[in-house]
């Protein structure tokens, strides 16, 4: 079981954009090898940031709304939130330590 | 003898630093695994693998990743995350040191691979993941009836671009000879393809859009003349470039800057092996990495031995 939420188009707006704590929201697939490299780190980082930052996943096989909203070409790509806004991306493979980097800057 | 923290640590966890530990691990050598992602290289993101021997039916990349880390693991091999940031590597306790701490070891093993090139084109970086991608297996799908471009001509340009036409309306296939570097099934594949369209002799010198990618700009390079693409993608494989950043100036390299090994893997320095793709090997495959990591695991083995 992930410790990173499930979020998709219908409750995109309450889960994400209205969320009073900063979000991280995953786009991954399950036809996709980095995303599946990438998993793990984003589970662990749901547990060591989990009462500060809400962490969560977006399928974008099972989604295409909001993938397209914001113009996700490529995946994964990490988007970042506080206050409903989108403040920060991480796009690609990357190191737990850059997306550590990255929720650090939204507390 | 001077205590140290592991007879011989492992640089990078693709094909070659997993069979080197796999072989070390068998040894009995107290050996140590450093990636800084996560274990499986280049391999990760090719979609399929139908030159590995064993796999008659062949295979996605990641599942062979899993198979050679269960093996590698089921041999007791210890696998840590962590970034090198330098080595000295000059005397006979070898330091390795990442961010927040160093480590040191008898022998080293440096399998950090190689990463795709990028194209040095106006606006690249501005449309990577906007378009640009260099990963047809993560990404194809959001182009399900596009048209789209890739680059390049070997054997991953050729294979993606056969991948991608699974699901694109059209690939303008960019090469910038008048013909394929690829092996010639996959030259097969792709001339009787009739979604690819070559474009010979053009590279691409800027790409442009206003959110997303909507225009690859190409030049011929025998005429001179430049044309404009309308695409909603651009996949970019046009060769790679060893991880080698690291290294300093501790290790003799080759002209392109691989890192330069004899039959037994031994680099310049008494110690440190290299083996796979951040090699000066003449070709860059599974197969070949996995002999390399064999090799080098066995030359480690009887270094340290001789020590």
Not at chain 2, 236 to 257: C, E, H, M, R, Y
Not at chain 2, 268 to 282: E, K, L
Request: aromatic share 8%; proline share 4%.
């Amino acid at each position: 079981m992930s410790n990173a939420k499930e979020v998709n188009d219908s409750n995109f707006e309450a889960e994400v954009l209205k969320s009073d704590k900063p979000v991280l929201v995953d786009f991954w697939a399950p036809w996709c090898g980095p995303c599946k490299a990438i998993a793990p780190a984003i589970d662990e980082l749901a547990a060591e940031y989990g009462g500060q930052i809400k962490i969560t996943k977006c399928n974008v096989d099972e989604n295409s709304a909001t993938p397209g909203k914001y113009g996700i070409k490529a995946i994964p790509t990490l988007l970042f939130f506080k206050g409903g806004d989108l403040v920060d991306q991480l796009r690609g493979l990357v190191a737990k330590n850059k997306i550590d980097e990255s929720l650090k800057k939204l507390l | 003898m001077n205590t140290v923290d592991y007879d011989l640590v492992i640089i990078g966890g693709g094909p070659a630093g997993l069979t080197a530990g796999i072989y070390a691990s068998r040894a009995r050598l107290n050996v140590l695994m450093l990636e800084k992602l996560v274990p499986g290289g280049q391999i990760i993101v090719t979609d399929w693998i139908e030159n590995y021997p064993g796999f008659p039916e062949g295979l996605p990349g990641e599942g062979l990743v899993e198979k050679f880390i269960e093996q590698a693991q089921f041999f007791g091999l210890k696998i840590e995350t962590g970034e090198v940031v330098s080595m000295d590597l000059s005397g006979p306790v070898k330091k390795i040191a990442l961010e927040k701490t160093t480590i040191t070891a008898r022998a080293v093993i440096i399998a950090t691979g190689s990463s795709p090139k990028k194209l040095g084109a106006d606006k690249e970086k501005d449309f990577l993941g906007r378009g640009i991608s260099t990963c047809a297996t993560c990404d194809a799908p959001f182009f399900k009836d596009s048209v789209v471009a890739a680059v390049g001509g070997g054997d991953t340009a050729v294979q993606e671009s056969l991948y991608l036409t699974k699901y694109v309306k059209k690939i303008y296939l960019i090469h910038r000879r008048d013909q394929l570097r690829a092996v010639k099934i996959l030259q097969e594949r792709a001339f009787s393809n009739n979604k690819i369209e070559f474009i010979w002799n053009s590279v691409v010198t800027g790409f442009d859009g206003l959110f997303n990618l909507e225009k690859v700009f190409v030049q011929n390079v025998k005429t001179g003349e430049t044309q404009q693409l309308d695409v909603e993608g651009c996949f970019v494989w046009v060769g790679i470039q060893p991880n080698t950043g690291f290294l300093g100036n501790s290790l003799k390299l080759d002209d392109a800057g691989f890192i330069a090994v004899n039959a037994r893997m031994e680099t310049s320095a008494p110690g440190v092996f290299a083996a796979g793709d951040v090699r000066n090997t003449p070709l860059r495959q599974v197969a070949t990495a996995v002999g390399d990591g064999a090799i080098a695991a066995t030359s480690a083995a009887h270094y340290i031995e001789s020590l």
